[in-house]
């Protein structure tokens, strides 16, 4: 299929296959019949779509009707909204509240880990949606009550199962949307009518009464979708953590290496996000007419930037459709735009998002855990990757059974 549509036919290779055969990082190509748009991918392409001066990326609509494919700002960027990550003087997400974030879920696998070892198996992905539901939550200081856990969190499970798809399942996510925010924005009411008492040191406090330039308390419904923007982006690195346990699972070589070298911690977390599909591309709009390798770049044309072929250009990375977590460890950071993370920023280590911090503190978090601190089999299951699909995970979401109790986490 010879436009990006095929995307939901396809999956990831799509592009990628096309860069290739046509030996070039720019591309004209259709986002949907008769719509045309330029697709790029590699490190100069990402450094041009990153240029202000060049392209907008607020409210980029890839696809008509969903919000959440291809556009940034969605899962397929998910990232915290970088209007948000300074919500008041007093709640700047700032390391200190990160390491907070990790503390809080790091907790959250300690209290599972009893009622676990009750069961035949667990299903990873499942229980790491639901701690990172609760840790979200937690730290934002929204109440979620323990009998409420399985429903919030199933439908930020399904929300973000919805993007990139088309169909029902694209309609089912529409859905746990609406109901999110109808909960999220009837805890706003009840927090301004005096019915809900929260801390007042609350990052949720906090947007609660936002106010808009013209000095009006924001309308919940408002306050509901940045609420969502900030939590949705946490649940979605359940698919980080099970892509860890994935390439601990087929690279049993790395259990040891990173326990003598803690250093490579990051560094395997950083190749499982570089390694493993997520996100498919990114998208912007040409604000002024240039020419860029050959090709004519009309005010207004959107164009997507590949995040999985750049991830696995060829030119970049030696032998990128190989899982070797020891590229990063010599990898210049000076040239962060031949790695694009999943939540649509380069890579720059000196000078990273919010969102970026967490999903690596996260991530990391959780492969130690699994690495040092859980005993467990992985039984026979469907670990099967189908890269056709969008957002991508393995068949199981990968099921295993704890052998022994687990062990007091180090000290991090």
Same mark, same amino acid.
């Given at each position: 299929?010879?436009?990006? /549509?095929?995307?939901?036919?396809?999956?990831?290779?799509?592009?990628?296959?096309? /860069?290739? $055969?046509?030996?070039?990082?720019?591309?004209?190509?259709?986002?949907l019949p008769f719509f045309k748009t330029i697709a790029m991918r590699g490190e100069e392409a990402a450094r041009l779509f990153y240029d202000d001066r060049k392209f907008s990326r607020r409210g980029v609509i890839a696809k008509p009707?969903?919000?959440?494919?291809?556009?940034?700002?969605?899962?397929?960027?998910?990232?915290?909204?970088? +209007?948000?990550?300074?919500?008041?003087?007093?709640?700047?997400?700032?390391?200190?509240?990160?390491?907070?974030?990790?503390?809080? /879920?790091?907790?959250?696998?300690?209290?599972?880990?009893?009622?676990?070892?009750?069961?035949?198996?667990?299903?990873? /992905?499942?229980?790491?949606?639901?701690?990172?539901?609760? $840790?979200?939550?937690?730290?934002?200081?929204?109440?979620?009550?323990?009998?409420?856990?399985?429903?919030?969190?199933?439908q930020f499970s399904v929300l973000i199962d919805a993007d990139g798809a088309v169909g029902p399942r694209y309609f089912r996510g529409r859905t746990c949307?609406?109901?999110?925010?109808?909960? *999220?924005?009837? *805890?706003?009411?009840?927090?301004?009518?005096?019915?809900?008492?929260?801390?007042?040191?609350?990052?949720?406090?906090?947007?609660?009464?936002?106010?808009?330039?013209?000095?009006?308390?924001?309308?919940?419904?408002?306050?509901?979708?940045?609420?969502?923007?900030?939590?949705?982006?946490?649940?979605?690195?359940?698919?980080?953590?099970?892509?860890?346990? *994935?390439?601990?699972?087929?690279?049993?070589?790395?259990?040891?290496?990173?326990?003598?070298?803690?250093?490579?911690?990051?560094?395997?977390?950083? +190749?499982?996000?570089?390694?493993?599909?997520? $996100?498919?591309?990114?998208?912007?709009?040409?604000?002024?007419?240039?020419?860029?390798?050959?090709?004519?770049?009309?005010?207004?044309?959107?164009?997507?930037?590949?995040?999985?072929?750049?991830?696995?250009?060829?030119?970049?990375?030696?032998?990128?459709?190989?899982?070797?977590?020891?590229?990063?460890?010599?990898?210049?950071?000076?040239?962060?735009?031949?790695?694009?993370?999943?939540?649509?920023?380069?890579?720059?280590?000196?000078?990273?998002?919010?969102?970026?911090?967490?999903?690596?503190?996260?991530?990391?978090?959780?492969?130690?855990?699994?690495?040092?601190?859980?005993?467990?089999?992985?039984?026979?299951?469907?670990?099967?990757?189908?890269?056709?699909?969008?957002?991508?995970?393995?068949?199981?979401?990968?099921?295993?059974?704890?052998?022994? +109790?687990?062990?007091?986490?180090?000290?991090?």
């Amino acid at each position: 299929m010879d436009t990006a /549509f095929g995307l939901f036919f396809q999956g990831y290779p799509s592009l990628l296959k096309k /860069f290739r $055969s046509q030996q070039r990082d720019v591309l004209e190509t259709n986002l949907l019949p008769f719509f045309k748009t330029i697709a790029m991918r590699g490190e100069e392409a990402a450094r041009l779509f990153y240029d202000d001066r060049k392209f907008s990326r607020r409210g980029v609509i890839a696809k008509p009707g969903n919000k959440n494919f291809v556009a940034t700002g969605s899962l397929q960027s998910a990232t915290l909204n970088p +209007e948000m990550l300074h919500l008041a003087p007093a709640h700047t997400i700032d390391a200190a509240a990160i390491d907070r974030l990790e503390q809080i /879920f790091v907790q959250q696998w300690h209290e599972c880990q009893e009622q676990w070892q009750t069961r035949s198996n667990i299903v990873l /992905f499942n229980e790491v949606e639901k701690m990172l539901c609760i $840790s979200a939550c937690q730290w934002l200081g929204i109440p979620l009550h323990e009998q409420e856990v399985n429903l919030r969190s199933g439908q930020f499970s399904v929300l973000i199962d919805a993007d990139g798809a088309v169909g029902p399942r694209y309609f089912r996510g529409r859905t746990c949307r609406k109901k999110l925010e109808m909960w *999220l924005a009837k *805890l706003t009411a009840d927090l301004r009518g005096g019915r809900l008492r929260v801390s007042g040191g609350s990052v949720f406090q906090s947007v609660a009464f936002r106010k808009d330039a013209m000095g009006n308390v924001l309308d919940p419904f408002t306050v509901a979708a940045e609420l969502l923007s900030l939590i949705k982006p946490i649940v979605a690195v359940a698919r980080h953590v099970v892509f860890s346990a *994935l390439a601990l699972h087929e690279n049993p070589n790395y259990s040891h290496k990173l326990k003598t070298n803690p250093a490579m911690y990051s560094h395997f977390a950083h +190749e499982v996000r570089r390694y493993y599909p997520f $996100s498919p591309m990114l998208a912007a709009k040409v604000l002024d007419p240039f020419e860029y390798d050959g090709i004519k770049f009309d005010k207004g044309v959107v164009v997507m930037l590949d995040i999985y072929a750049t991830n696995h250009h060829e030119n970049a990375w030696d032998n990128p459709s190989v899982f070797y977590p020891e590229r990063f460890e010599n990898w210049d950071s000076n040239s962060a735009f031949n790695f694009i993370s999943h939540s649509g920023n380069s890579t720059d280590f000196n000078h990273q998002y919010a969102g970026e911090q967490i999903t690596t503190k996260l991530t990391t978090a959780a492969l130690q855990f699994l690495n040092e601190n859980m005993q467990y089999t992985v039984p026979e299951q469907d670990l099967t990757v189908d890269i056709n699909r969008l957002p991508v995970i393995p068949q199981s979401r990968f099921k295993l059974k704890l052998t022994a +109790e687990v062990k007091g986490l180090k000290a991090m």
